[in-house]
C-alpha cells in the first residue's frame, strides 16, 4: 500500500467552525458553527445573489419560514443538520460535490461565502479529501483512452 501525505485540510479542527453542503442540498454545522448562532433549533435560511452569499438566522418555530435543526449525532450534541435541498436548488448552489466551508457571522446571522470554492469532501468511508481547485475534469474520454474494465477484470466496450 502506497503511502500518502497527511493533509491538516482532511480534517476540520474541532474547535473551528465549519459549514457543509452535502450533495443532495443538506446543510450541516459542526459544533462549533452551531454555537454561533445560539444552537438555535430552527433557522431561517438567506440568501444574497450579488454577493453569493448563504446564512443561517436564528428563528423560532412560529417562523413561517423556519427549517428545523436536527441533530446528526445520537451519542450528543455535534454536528446540526438542515434540510435545504429546496433552498439550493431555488438559487442554483451547487451540490454536484459536497463542500465545505469556514463561516463567519455578520448581523447575527451565520453566513458562508459560496463565491469561495470550499474544500471537497469525497466521503467520510474514505476519509479523502480534496481541493475544490485539484478535482478532475468531467470531460468524456477521448478515443484514446484505455478501456474501462468492471470489477470482475472484464473489458467495457461501451
Not at 439550493?88 to 451565520?110: C, N, Q
Not at 478515443?143 to 472484464?154: E, R
Request: hydrophobic share 35%; with cysteine.
Amino acid at each position: 500500500m502506497p503511502f500518502e501525505v497527511f493533509d491538516k485540510r482532511m480534517t476540520p479542527l474541532a474547535k473551528a467552525p465549519s459549514v457543509t453542503i452535502q450533495k443532495r442540498g443538506v446543510i450541516s454545522l459542526n459544533k462549533a458553527a452551531h454555537d454561533l448562532i445560539g444552537n438555535a433549533k430552527t433557522v431561517e435560511l438567506l440568501y444574497d445573489r450579488d454577493r453569493q452569499m448563504m446564512a443561517l438566522r436564528a428563528t423560532d418555530d412560529s417562523s413561517p419560514h423556519a427549517y428545523a435543526v436536527r441533530s446528526g449525532s445520537k451519542r450528543g450534541p455535534g454536528q446540526a443538520i438542515v434540510s435545504a435541498t429546496a433552498f439550493t436548488a431555488h438559487y442554483g448552489i451547487d451540490t454536484t460535490a459536497t463542500r465545505r466551508w469556514k463561516p463567519f457571522v455578520e448581523d447575527s446571522m451565520l453566513c458562508v461565502d459560496l463565491a469561495s470554492e470550499g474544500t471537497v469532501i469525497t466521503g467520510n468511508r474514505t476519509k479523502t479529501m480534496v481541493p475544490a481547485d485539484s478535482v478532475e475534469s468531467t470531460e468524456a474520454p477521448t478515443d484514446d483512452a484505455p478501456p474501462a474494465v468492471s470489477a470482475d477484470g472484464d473489458l467495457n466496450h461501451s
